[in-house]
């Protein structure tokens, strides 16, 4: 179990060194990123974009970029096919997005012919290291899959798992999350779905863990609900991941996670054949590294 983002750090940093290839590499907060991973010791990089303009953004944030290693490409979607096979060749191990559009990302890496595709289902997985938990907790998916039915909910939560386990998770505590404990299959499909994957966790259909739902976000979380409302669960009240019935659920999870709840977050893409970091430009110079961190831990 990890119980801060430091002890994510630290893990990784006793990891075999990796590689990360960025596409559209001119990027000064994603530059500061990576040479903020390079300087804790955590992985390399290799630079794909304009070579003047990346080295205008280094030398104007006082990052040596002697450090990376630089491949000089300037249309957009050569930049993202050429990241894309930098880590097929085995070269990386990770793959970031820069300055190119997230759809030419996602459809370099999607791409039947060339891409990274591994999975049937690409989803996103959220870290968070919050003040008021006492553990680092993962949530899927608030970034990739609007309305997943409930094979793609399965995919998510293996996915979610797979990662976990990376982490060094045996049996991670799994909560499926809907708005109540009880399955209400009419009105509420999504407690219908928990029920279904709980039991299917129980006769080993899933990745392993500790899987149950469908469970309310205070069962999954708060010891003292699951003791008023008397729900005895292996999962309420420490789950290690959550995963949302819909894209709407991740998206209001992670906002009050981070603005309300003050919460430190990283996010990566799971199953392509690597992991996928693609953060946003609102994102903070240190969420992009705590996301850099965590896509190296989570390398298979």
Request: proline content about 3%.
């Amino acid at each position: 179990m990890l119980r801060s983002f430091k002890q994510l750090l630290n893990q990784v940093s006793k990891m075999e060194r990796r590689k990360i290839a960025v596409a559209m590499a001119q990027d000064s907060e994603i530059l500061l990123a990576l040479n903020a991973a390079y300087s804790a010791g955590l992985g390399d990089a290799i630079l794909v974009g304009d070579r003047e303009q990346i080295i205008k953004r280094a030398e104007e944030e006082h990052i040596n970029v002697k450090n990376f290693e630089i491949v000089d490409v300037k249309e957009e979607k050569k930049c993202v096919r050429e990241a894309v096979e930098i880590v097929r060749s085995g070269e990386a191990q990770v793959i970031m997005k820069g300055l190119c559009s997230t759809a030419n990302f996602l459809k370099g890496i999607l791409n039947k012919e060339y891409g990274l595709r591994a999975a049937e289902v690409l989803s996103h997985l959220a870290i968070f290291e919050s003040p008021n938990y006492p553990k680092l907790l993962m949530m899927s998916d608030a970034a990739m899959n609007i309305a997943p039915d409930l094979k793609t909910k399965i995919a998510i939560t293996n996915n979610a798992i797979r990662a976990a386990h990376a982490l060094g998770y045996k049996r991670p505590k799994v909560a499926l999350l809907s708005a109540v404990e009880k399955v209400n299959a009419e009105n509420m499909p999504s407690s219908a779905d928990a029920a279904i994957m709980a039991k299917m966790a129980e006769r080993g259909q899933l990745a392993e863990a500790i899987v149950d739902g469908p469970l309310a976000l205070d069962n999954a979380l708060s010891p003292k609900a699951n003791q008023i409302k008397g729900l005895q669960s292996a999962v309420g009240g420490k789950a290690d991941i959550c995963i949302v019935p819909n894209i709407e659920a991740g998206n209001i999870f992670y906002k009050l996670m981070t603005i309300l709840g003050n919460a430190l977050v990283a996010g990566v893409i799971l199953g392509a054949a690597a992991p996928v970091v693609l953060t946003s430009r609102a994102d903070s110079e240190n969420a992009k590294f705590l996301s850099i961190a965590t896509a190296l831990a989570v390398v298979s």
